[in-house]
């Protein structure tokens, strides 16, 4: 196994993804490439909380979105989980609204995930805000997962 891989709500979001613009059909293009090619070589998890995403989410694809993470184990939302997502939204690290990114980044740091993986790049994936991230992770002694697209975890056997 390649490290703990945390499976956020974007991921079967964009797998799913119907739209016809360039940006949204390389972004499929590349999470279906992963999914289908490399998830194997990693030990993949999620949470309840991405379920509750798209069970609440209005869009053609949700059941679909939901199938595809039927057999993803999902970690547990511990105490004190409430926490660090308080902690993180009164650093600035997340935004308030939605709490969904701080609880995503939340778990998978408890969890120490290896990898977060997202098409988050505003919140989540972004490099501009990894030392921050990194900062109140040390501060509360917690594990910082690489926080990644798909095409950051492209890899395998034909690499040079």
Same mark, same amino acid.
């Given at each position: ?11 079967? @979001?964009?797998?799913? #993804?119907?739209?016809?613009?360039? =940006?949204?059909? &390389? ?8 999914? #289908? ?7 993949? /998890?999620? @949470? @309840? &909380?991405?379920?509750?995403? *798209?069970?609440? +989410?209005?869009?053609? @694809? ?8 039927? #057999?993803? %184990?999902?970690? %547990? /939302? =511990?105490?004190?989980?409430? =926490?660090?997502?308080?902690?993180? /939204? ?5 935004? $308030?609204?939605?709490? !969904?990114? &701080?609880?995503?980044?939340?778990? $998978? ?15 989540? &994936? ?8 990194? $900062?109140?992770? +040390?501060? *509360? !002694?917690?594990? /910082? ?9 492209? !890899? +395998?056997? #034909?690499?040079?």
């Amino acid at each position: 196994m390649s490290g703990r891989v945390y499976i956020e709500t974007t991921i079967p @979001s964009v797998y799913y #993804d119907t739209r016809d613009d360039a =940006e949204t059909i &390389a972004r499929r293009s590349w999470t279906r490439q992963w999914w #289908d090619r490399q998830r194997h070589d990693y030990e993949i /998890v999620t @949470s @309840s &909380a991405v379920l509750e995403e *798209l069970q609440n +989410g209005e869009f053609d @694809s949700r059941e679909n979105c939901l199938r595809l993470l039927d #057999d993803v %184990p999902l970690l %547990p /939302v =511990e105490r004190g989980i409430g =926490e660090v997502v308080q902690t993180y /939204v009164n650093h600035h690290v997340m935004p $308030a609204n939605p709490t !969904g990114d &701080a609880l995503h980044l939340a778990l $998978a740091s408890h969890h120490k995930c290896d990898f977060l993986l997202t098409w988050n790049c505003r919140h989540l &994936a972004n490099a501009n805000k990894f030392s921050h991230i990194r $900062a109140i992770n +040390g501060l *509360l !002694g917690l594990f /910082v997962p690489n926080l990644v697209t798909p095409l950051e975890l492209f !890899g +395998g056997e #034909d690499d040079v």
